[in-house]
């Protein structure tokens, strides 16, 4: 194997093949991050108790349909699995089967928004945010379905590696948000300004939107007969536990993902708003450096799963280690500035307004412990997605099942011995930090172990 550029660049799984399949996706996800970008901005601008009230709500939002969207976001492993076997005719049936899963949890989703309430005020959250947040999630429990539907969409067109339509739909759709913010916030012209919940519903109606495109676009796709959509409407019960014996542990990842931020999040709410509203703009921050990253683990997951049913998995390392590379120099540069220069990702918040500078002061301390945990992040996540785009679901989750119960636990204990707002605040972030890293280590391990290059998902014939 030589190793002069043009082989890294241009052999197969090599940095061109990884590249060209996750620019569109990192694309499509930094929209994303663009999206929650501006509804902060936009909300700090018109109420900074409404941003840290969004932040919280959309926090424990993420963790409802956190579940259901990770079996949904796993199936792009079967559509890549089939489509490296040879089996097209089966990716239908997966998309139909996957869809089920939205139509399943909405009963999940009417209970969480029922029973908000209780929820945040069993973290003493103070009242004038409760009342915020519990109108916040109520609006968002119109768009989870949506999301799991949406999900799947993506999925499909991922998992056959083609997304450039993923990338325009998505930035689309982020675009129309942006613009309903503006509308429905702050109500220019004829349009009421509704503030808090103007953001919610312009979220609903965006994710809406998504999914009517993307129905289009699969609609219009020409090879759309060798994927038997007809046929794969009826019931396969053999296919469905497939999709769960591997997509639920996915699901758990991302609950108990998403999980330890939401709890991080809610232990320091009862602290006050200015340690509320600087987590919550550090996390705000954090989605430019932290969602690109995800859409390389796609890439890496599509690829892997392709080059696994084909029965390569050299391969499949191959594109793992190219994607680590990418992820890492893209990581290192966020965590540079985020160290040495906070400043710049606060320059459109308007914090140098009278009363404000303290939560500047807060927000660009914790930007040094983002600088710290991001590169972990980056790491855990690429080989994270290598070895669940085999099949290594189950690691994956017991590994999150017990980093995060023991961050939760040691974080409860080490708290009964603080007092102070500052000595709290900064214990919950180093155990966010430490749980990063040690996920990062594990999963690093576990890829090197090798066990996930010989596992397979889709079955016989």
Known sequence: MTLDGRSVWSRECGFRDVFSLALPLVVS?????????????MLTMYSTEDMASVMQASALSWSTVSFPLGIAAYSMAFVAQYRGANQKHRIGAVFWHTCMIAIFAIPIFVLIAWF?????????????????????????????????????MNSFFVGLERPLGVMWIDVFASASNVLLDYLLIFGPGMFPEWGLAGAGWATVISIWLKVVIYAVHMVFQSDREDFQFGIGRCWDGDLFKRILRFGVPNGLQFFLEGGAFTLVILFLGKLGSLVVGATTLAFSVNIVAFVPIVGVGMAVTTMVGNQVGRGKPKLARRATWNGLFIALVYSGIFAWAYFFKPHWFLLFHQLDEQGLQELRTWTEFLLRFVAAYCIFDAIQIIFASAIKGAGDTTFTVMTFVIGTGSMVVVGMVGESFLVDVTAITIWWW????????????????????????????????
């Open 430 to 461: 180093s155990l966010l930090t430490l749980f990063l890293f040690s996920l990062a280590v594990v999963f690093a391990v576990r890829f090197f172990h090798g066990r996930w290059m010989s596992m397979t998902i889709i079955g016989p014939e």
């Open 29 to 41: 996800t930094s929209s994303f991050a663009l999206m929650y970008f501006c509804d902060r901005l």
């Open 116 to 152: 908000s309430p209780t929820i945040f005020q069993s973290f003493q959250h103070p009242e004038d945010l409760v009342d915020r947040e519990i109108l916040y999630l109520r609006i968002m429990t119109f768009g989870l379905p949506g999301m799991v539907i949406a999900t799947a």
